[in-house]
């Protein structure tokens, strides 16, 4: 028996009617042209009787995936091309690399249940707080925790903000921006990409 797969096999019912489809280990919550992505990796650590998984999770901007990638929006997107991403021990208390431990002679249902009880109680409330754009907007403005690197935020960040056309803030996020990384690697990056956003002041 594939341990894993099991547990993927048994979380479906119960993800579908929270609005997820399932694609191989992920499941994808829509919205708008928005993903919510929630995947299992199983680590490399796993034996055939003992399986070691984690779960990582992220959010997927049309909008940025379009003008950074010319992404095609039709085909849903891999964990790793989220714009904000996470792994689920990030959110527990004291922030550890949290990996489920689970053998065939364990109970797969007190797992699943387990498991549930982290993907309701911190990963869906995270990945629902930034579905949108705007949800996108909001974290990288006032959360200390980006998702992605502090470039990765500053280009993120702008190029929403562009597309919405709140130029204020735009503002506003540049000139702070630029006055931390003065003379770092980051502000050339940022030059450069605010020539790509066609950014002006």
């Not at 579908?16 to 199983?42: C, D, I, R, T, W």
């Not at 911190?122 to 690197?149: F, H």
Request: charged fraction near 20%.
């Amino acid at each position: 028996m594939d341990i894993f797969k099991e547990l993927i096999k048994e979380l479906t019912p119960i993800l579908k009617p929270m609005g997820f489809s399932k694609k191989g280990n992920s499941f994808y919550l829509e919205a708008g042209k928005n993903y919510g992505v929630v995947n299992f990796q199983k680590s490399r650590e796993s034996a055939k009787d003992v399986v070691k998984f984690t779960i990582n999770f992220g959010i997927y901007s049309d909008v940025l995936g379009q003008l950074q990638y010319g992404h095609n929006s039709s085909a849903k997107p891999e964990v790793e091309q989220c714009h904000w991403g996470a792994r689920v021990g990030f959110f527990m208390p004291g922030s550890p690399d949290y990996w489920w431990n689970v053998s065939t002679s364990d109970n797969l249902g007190g797992i699943t249940s387990n498991v549930m009880k982290a993907v309701q109680s911190i990963i869906v409330p995270e990945i629902n707080k930034r579905l949108s754009d705007e949800g996108l907007i909001k974290s990288w403005m006032n959360e200390s925790y980006a998702g992605t690197t502090e470039i990765g935020r500053f280009k993120y960040l702008t190029t929403l903000l562009k597309s919405k056309g709140d130029f204020d803030t735009l503002n506003q996020v540049v000139e702070i921006f630029m006055q931390q990384s003065k003379g770092k690697p980051n502000a050339s990056m940022a030059i450069e990409h605010l020539k790509q956003i066609e950014y002006s002041k």
